[in-house]
């Protein structure tokens, strides 16, 4: 839905589309008026594509938020998986190197999450607790702990800025919002199962392209006209 705010994607919205019955809206148009018609079905067509592009954000609780001054934050969603690597034989001339890969190394990864990068955000909560990437390391540990468990439910995102808010089924928000103005950064990427990852800038632009394809190779597309 496009609102005055930005355009909105609602877990109801994603409940729907599974089924094949979009929710659409009754547009009152003017005597004569077919053109504002055909723009409507447009934008329509276009926004439940991009629900599609998201609909892991609504499939699960988020879970392992994790908070770095220099990469940002993120959230785990999905069934976790252990990625074990094996151990490797190296010709570092470094001891340290080569016992790290002499050894068997096991990692927790989810299999879809979501990635706030080169953008300014805040968290709040049903309770009213809220804190943002200013603030101080054990307010954001308190916070974003608290925040672990609940479900996106509603997301929407400000055309021209890429200004995103995630909204949660128990009172939590997370707003994101690039540094100022201009520029091209990416203001976050959701990682995908099947190995795609969905991408918003902060000139409102998205992207839909494979992890190991290069960024500047993506082709960036409005995500409103």
Request: charged letters at 30%.
């Amino acid at each position: 839905m496009r609102s005055k705010r930005g355009v909105v994607f609602t877990q109801v919205d994603c409940q729907n589309d599974r089924h094949r019955r979009p929710v659409l809206r009754r547009v009152m148009l003017p005597r004569g008026g077919h053109g504002k018609c055909r723009f409507y079905r447009r934008q329509d067509q276009r926004r439940f594509r991009l629900l599609k592009l998201i609909r892991p954000l609504f499939d699960s609780p988020c879970w392992r938020i994790r908070d770095h001054p220099q990469l940002g934050l993120d959230l785990s969603f999905g069934l976790p998986y252990l990625d074990v690597r094996e151990p490797q034989e190296t010709e570092s001339r470094y001891e340290r190197v080569r016992s790290l890969f002499a050894r068997r190394r096991v990692t927790v990864r989810a299999s879809c999450w979501l990635w706030i990068q080169c953008a300014l955000w805040t968290v709040s909560l049903g309770d009213g607790s809220k804190v943002s990437c200013n603030g101080s390391a054990k307010r954001r540990r308190i916070v974003l702990e608290n925040l672990e468990g609940e479900k996106i439910i509603r997301v929407r995102i400000e055309p021209n800025s890429g200004q995103t808010r995630f909204e949660f089924d128990l009172g939590g928000t997370l707003a994101v919002r690039r540094f100022g103005r201009g520029g091209g950064d990416t203001l976050w990427t959701l990682y995908k199962p099947n190995g795609y990852c969905f991408s918003v800038r902060s000139d409102g632009r998205y992207s839909h392209a494979h992890s190991s394809k290069p960024e500047s190779e993506a082709v960036w597309l409005p995500v409103a006209e």
